[in-house]
């Protein structure tokens, strides 16, 4: 008969749990993988951007709300300001950890001044990654209550023609494709991680459907790696302390603390 074994590590050594957008998978996957920290992850379906902010943010709260605080040292957030979608959260007994971007690209490049740089020089650029390329299309097949369905806006060709006719149909998915017109350029961000070539292909193949010139940009995991070792630099991350939340500032430093009197 054996005995199972039991190992304390200290309480400096409690585990961490992220909550993070699986558009994110890969890198967060492979970083957790390689840390010298423990942590239990999961992972967000991508659709909820496509929800309106407060809608976003409540669900957030509710993950966050929900985590036994006992067992955690914290709570790691592997989301960026994501349209305000993240303004607001709270901490309540442990610290919450959120990475000082505007969207997941800085995270995916490894550097949010790298994101600014790149901005600079070509601000019309679609990105994709292996995550928006696995995750992105399946996930939004199920949501419900997002912003385009409360339009009336998130049904497929065929729904269109059968409700409005062929001519409107036709409208509605020329002016639904629109959006493509304000870019110049789609950017693979290569991480080196799953079927690059496959990913490579897939990006040129739709900016040669769009009529946009391809690039392709070497990513990077300093971001993803520095969150799951605890490596919380004032520069790249908000450490959102119990008592306090998270506000959007509008400026360059993106987001700050404010003072909520939230705890449990």
């Not at 005995?3 to 970083?31: A, D, P, Q, T, W």
């Not at 901490?91 to 600014?116: F, M, N, Q, T, W």
Request: net charge negative; glycine share 8%.
């Amino acid at each position: 008969m054996f005995k199972s074994l039991s190992f304390s590590m200290g309480k400096e050594s409690k585990r961490n749990y992220i909550l993070v957008c699986e558009v994110l998978f890969r890198e967060f996957m492979h970083c957790v993988a390689h840390s010298h920290k423990i942590a239990d992850i999961e992972f967000i379906s991508q659709g909820w951007h496509d929800l309106e902010s407060s809608e976003m943010k409540r669900r957030l709260q509710e993950k966050i709300d929900s985590i036994d605080e006992s067992r955690y040292g914290a709570i790691l957030l592997g989301f960026g300001l994501c349209n305000n979608g993240t303004a607001g959260l709270e901490a309540r007994k442990i610290p919450v950890v959120i990475p000082k971007v505007h969207d997941c690209i800085s995270i995916l490049l490894g550097s949010h001044e790298k994101y600014l740089d790149n901005f600079s020089d070509a601000p019309g650029t679609y990105y994709l990654s292996s995550g928006w390329i696995e995750r992105d299309s399946a996930n939004l097949e199920d949501m419900k209550n997002t912003v385009m369905s409360k339009l009336g806006l998130d049904m497929t060709y065929d729904q269109y023609v059968e409700k409005y006719g062929k001519e409107n149909a036709d409208f509605i998915m020329e002016s639904l494709g629109g959006g493509m017109s304000n870019y110049e350029k789609m950017i693979f961000v290569n991480n080196g991680l799953g079927n690059v070539e496959f990913y490579r292909n897939f990006t040129r193949s739709r900016a040669e459907e769009n009529n946009l010139k391809f690039e392709e940009m070497e990513g990077g995991l300093d971001f993803v790696r520095k969150m799951v070792d605890g490596d919380w630099n004032s520069t790249d991350f908000l450490v959102i302390e119990p008592g306090c939340k998270m506000v959007a500032t509008g400026l360059c430093d993106i987001m700050k603390l404010e003072k909520c009197h939230c705890g449990k």
